[in-house]
């Protein structure tokens, strides 16, 4: 009789590196489609694309990573790049295709243009760190909490910082335009 042979060590791990990145995935998950949610804005697309992650992973070979959940992390952030790169594609062809025209008046245009550039002067007049802890929230879609982290500070002193920088913002667009369309 023939007995069973032993299974082949690389086969076993194999096995042991995708219970490990399913059990990572799972443990991250909830982060990563928070972390895609902000940069796509839809949950659902957010879902999507982080289903579509576990996907690419699952189909290839393994990943030996040692920090596999910030590796996973950071591929779900550029997921969503592509993503937006993607559809800013789309939008771009689509542009080209004749469509009422709903787009604002000049007027309009231009005063959102002014209104941009006064909170850009705004933002650069903020002291060094509430400009920092602005970026990292409004535009690198960091929570605080990973902002505080990064930055060794509380989150108290970060929602400070945030809401410094959010009412600078708030008062250069509410300031009176100067005559002439000056800033």
């Known amino acids: 009789m023939n007995e069973p042979t032993p299974s082949n060590p690389a086969d076993a791990d194999a096995a ?25 804005g839809c949950r659902a697309t957010a879902a999507d694309l982080v289903q579509e992650l576990f996907l690419r992973f699952w189909r290839r ?37 004749p469509v009422a025209d709903d787009s604002p008046a000049p ?20 002291p060094e760190r ?6 990292l929230s409004r535009v690198h879609g960091c929570t605080y909490g990973e902002i505080a982290k990064a930055l060794q500070l ?5 929602e400070k910082h945030m809401m410094r ?7 250069s667009v509410a300031a009176p335009r100067r005559p002439g369309g000056g800033l």
């Not at 042991?16 to 990145?21: D, E, L, Q, V």
């Not at 509380?154 to 970060?158: G, L, N």
């Open 16 to 40: 042991s590196g995708r219970a490990r990145f399913v059990q990572v995935f799972l443990a991250q998950r909830g982060r990563m489609e928070a972390l895609v949610s902000r940069r796509v």
């Open 130 to 135: 509430s400009r920092q802890i602005f970026l």
């Open 107 to 126: 007027e309009q245009a231009l005063a959102a243009e002014h209104d941009l550039q006064r909170i850009e002067a705004a933002l650069r007049g903020l």
């Open 61 to 97: 070979p393994e990943v030996k990573v040692d920090a596999l959940d910030t590796y996973l992390l950071r591929c779900a952030g550029n997921l969503a790049i592509d993503h937006l790169r993607s559809e800013g594609s789309r939008g771009r062809v689509v542009e080209g295709l």
């Open 165 to 171: 920088a959010l009412e600078a913002c708030k008062a």
């Open 154 to 158: 509380s989150q108290s002193a970060v």
